[in-house]
């Protein structure tokens, strides 16, 4: 009867270890040996699997267009290169130094010019005057050859009449007047001599302005030219410059969406649900009381597999060591063995 008893004591003092452990998060041992074949590595490597399959053609496009990015990139650099040759110091000195050369004749041109054009008044003004002694000269010769016209009917009419001495008279004042009419004739060359050449001077003149105002527009044409061009290489080169910066920071973009691509994030697997730490084992039926106390006293060995049993499920691993199931063993034959000595003892 006794070796009964003892039997069924410990098969439900194993029991409730067993239980304690199975609410402690403790799984039996095929479970144990299933939940420690690396689940991490399982669910990354279908992670990966996953992303490989939807992801190779996108990074397939993010490496294109990296390429793509690092050859304008090199295109706009060697762009810049050419422009940066183009526009070298020493060439935009040159150019520089031509313009100056320019200016300054263009300067000259247009003084002398602006010098010229001072004096067209004046020998203007010198025309004017020449013109009007010409036209003086000759009113004379006319008012003289009026009086040798006059004259020359007064002798006719005094020749009729047969006054020699009148007649004579009035041949001296004609004789007079020829003189008088051939210098007067000579002073009107003379003056359309210098109304010719005042005019002669001022078309020179204007000429000269001309000229010069012309050789300062040339001046000037060429000035504008070489201006054109100097800015043009200028120009071409911040172009260059600022294409080349979109091309890089294009060129940063694109391969940082490709390293992006190319390293994809791995997802982590979902973690296991942590059993609650207030969940404790099932309390086993109370023996009889203490007799000083009159209550349920536990004894070292079941307390050892209470305290077991909670830092199992507080720290929720789900697959506990070959010496925590051991030690869990061990306490569950502790309490065994008391049920024993208290069955016999109650005999």
Not at 12 to 24: F, H, P, Q, R, Y
Not at 152 to 165: C, N, P, S, T
Not at 299 to 324: E, F, M, R, V, Y
Request: glycine fraction near 4%.
């Amino acid at each position: 009867m006794n070796d009964i008893l003892a039997r069924r004591a410990r098969r439900a003092t194993v029991g409730i270890a067993l239980s304690a452990a199975l609410v402690a998060g403790i799984a039996p041992v095929t479970a144990i040996a299933a939940e420690t074949s690396s689940p991490t590595g399982a669910a990354v490597s279908q992670t990966s699997a996953a992303n490989g399959n939807s992801g190779a053609p996108q990074t397939e496009d993010a490496a294109a267009a990296k390429e793509r990015a690092y050859a304008a990139m090199q295109e706009a650099l060697k762009n810049l290169e050419a422009a940066k040759d183009a526009a070298s110091r020493e060439k935009i000195a040159r150019f520089n130094d031509d313009i100056a050369r320019f200016q300054e004749l263009r300067d000259k041109m247009a003084a002398q010019a602006a010098e010229l054009r001072e004096s067209l008044p004046t020998m203007q003004a010198d025309i004017d005057a020449a013109q009007a002694k010409n036209d003086e000269a000759i009113n004379r010769v006319s008012k003289l050859q009026e009086k040798l016209d006059m004259k020359l009917e007064e002798l006719k009419a005094v020749e009729a009449l047969g006054d020699e001495e009148l007649a004579e008279t009035i041949k001296q004042q004609i004789k007079s007047l020829h003189q008088e009419i051939v210098t007067a004739k000579a002073r009107v060359d003379f003056c359309e001599m210098e109304l010719r050449e005042a005019q002669d001077r001022l078309k020179r003149q204007e000429r000269q302005v001309n000229d010069c105002e012309r050789a300062a527009e040339k001046y000037k044409a060429h000035i504008d030219q070489f201006i054109a061009w100097r800015d043009a290489l200028l120009d071409n080169l911040k172009k260059a410059q600022t294409a080349y910066d979109d091309a890089c920071k294009a060129y940063e973009e694109a391969k940082a969406a490709a390293d992006k691509a190319a390293s994809p994030e791995i997802t982590q697997p979902t973690e296991t649900t942590k059993p609650s730490s207030s969940a404790q084992p099932a309390e086993t039926a109370q023996p009889a009381s203490s007799p000083a106390t009159g209550k349920y006293a536990p004894s070292s060995s079941t307390k050892q597999a209470d305290t077991t049993a909670g830092k199992l499920a507080n720290t929720g691993d789900a697959a506990p060591s070959a010496i925590t199931l051991a030690g869990i063993a061990a306490a569950g034959f502790g309490i065994a063995t008391a049920g024993v000595r208290r069955i016999k003892n109650s005999k």
